[in-house]
């Protein structure tokens, strides 16, 4: 579901990118595909540098349908940022690349806390990460983090993934599984 970003993906990656419904909302905006070559260069050489992680999501057969990053890696923790193509939109594969990559965040990386802005006006996204069961909005009890992402009006949202809040998702989640089994 995710893999390491490589400049061989980017032209696949790049006709999603553009796509009207994607384009606004994500962060790392290119204009050519020649820009889109040099920030994927750029995020490959800072994730070596330890400032962000960044993944392309693949579908069922390897096919890269768009990227997950976490952004300014500060005291533990980061802000998401993740586009997925406008066909792949609906299919599951959002959850399942945050799943797989909140994974590698959390028992892999010692990233504590995940932040992720969404802009008020991107009702996709805040539909997204309100069905996360282990996702909280935070606009008032993180009020500084919320204070510095709206420091030029009020535009985004904000949520947060505690690594405690995810691992005990993941472990009621075995249990009703195993619940499951023993009652089938």
């Avoid at 300014?72 to 998401?80: A, E, Q």
């Avoid at 590698?104 to 309100?130: G, P």
């Amino acid at each position: 579901m995710l893999k390491k970003r490589d400049v061989a993906d980017c032209h696949a990656l790049f006709e999603l990118l553009v796509d009207p419904a994607v384009f606004p909302f994500v962060r790392q905006k290119a204009y050519s595909y020649d820009e889109f070559v040099f920030l994927t260069k750029q995020t490959i050489e800072a994730e070596e540098r330890g400032e962000l992680i960044s993944r392309t999501i693949v579908d069922e057969w390897g096919s890269p349908i768009g990227t997950i990053n976490l952004f300014d890696i500060s005291n533990n923790s980061g802000f998401l940022g993740t586009w997925i193509g406008k066909p792949y939109f609906g299919k599951g594969y959002n959850k399942i690349a945050k799943d797989a990559f909140f994974d590698e965040l959390f028992f892999t990386c010692d990233i504590q806390t995940v932040f992720m802005r969404i802009r008020k006006e991107n009702v996709r996204s805040y539909m997204a990460a309100s069905k996360l069961p282990y996702c909280t909005i935070a606009n008032e009890f993180r009020r500084d983090v919320y204070d510095q992402i709206n420091a030029n009006g009020d535009v985004y949202n904000l949520f947060q993934i505690e690594k405690d809040q995810y691992h005990l998702h993941l472990m009621r989640t075995e249990q009703e599984e195993v619940l499951e089994i023993k009652e089938a």
